[in-house]
C-alpha cells in the first residue's frame, strides 16, 4: 500500500499564499505522475495540476500563472505553490500519486487538506 500525507491547508485572505506539500511512503518501487485535485462543497472533484517523474507540468486553466507544481523525487514529495489566492479557490485539496508496485501502477490519493480564501 501507499501513503500519501498532505499538508499546508489553512486560512488565508484573498491575494495570499500557500504552499501544499504530500509525501508518499509505502511498498512502492516508483512513483509516475503526482498531482492534485480540488473539491469545492457542492461541486465535482477537479483537477489542478499534474507533473510527472520528468517534470513535465499540466495546469487546469484557472490557475495558471497563480499556482506551481514541482517534485522532489529523492523525498518522493510533490509541493502546490498557491499565489494570488482568490474566494474560488476554496476547496479541499487532495494529493494523488500514480504509484508503482510489484504488478502494476495503481492511482492512490491523500486525505486532503483545507484551502479557505477569504474575501
Known amino acids: 500500500q501507499v501513503q500519501l500525507v498532505e499538508s499546508g491547508g489553512g486560512l488565508v485572505r484573498t491575494g495570499g499564499s500557500l504552499r501544499l506539500s504530500c509525501a508518499a511512503s509505502?511498498?512502492?518501487?516508483?512513483?509516475?505522475?503526482m498531482g492534485w485535485h480540488r473539491q469545492a462543497p457542492g461541486k465535482q472533484r477537479e483537477l489542478v495540476a499534474t507533473?510527472?517523474?520528468?517534470?513535465?507540468?499540466n495546469y487546469t486553466d484557472s490557475v495558471k500563472g497563480r499556482f506551481t507544481i514541482s517534485r522532489d523525487n529523492a523525498k518522493n514529495t510533490v509541493y502546490l505553490q498557491m499565489s494570488s489566492l482568490k474566494p474560488e479557490d476554496t476547496a479541499v485539496y487532495y494529493c494523488?500519486?500514480?504509484?508503482?508496485?510489484?504488478?502494476?501502477?495503481?492511482?492512490?490519493w491523500g486525505q486532503g487538506t483545507q484551502v479557505t480564501v477569504s474575501s
Open positions: 507533473i510527472t517523474s520528468g517534470g513535465t507540468t
Open positions: 509505502g511498498g512502492f518501487i516508483g512513483i509516475n505522475t
Open positions: 494523488n500519486a500514480n504509484a508503482k508496485l510489484v504488478i502494476a501502477s495503481y492511482d492512490f
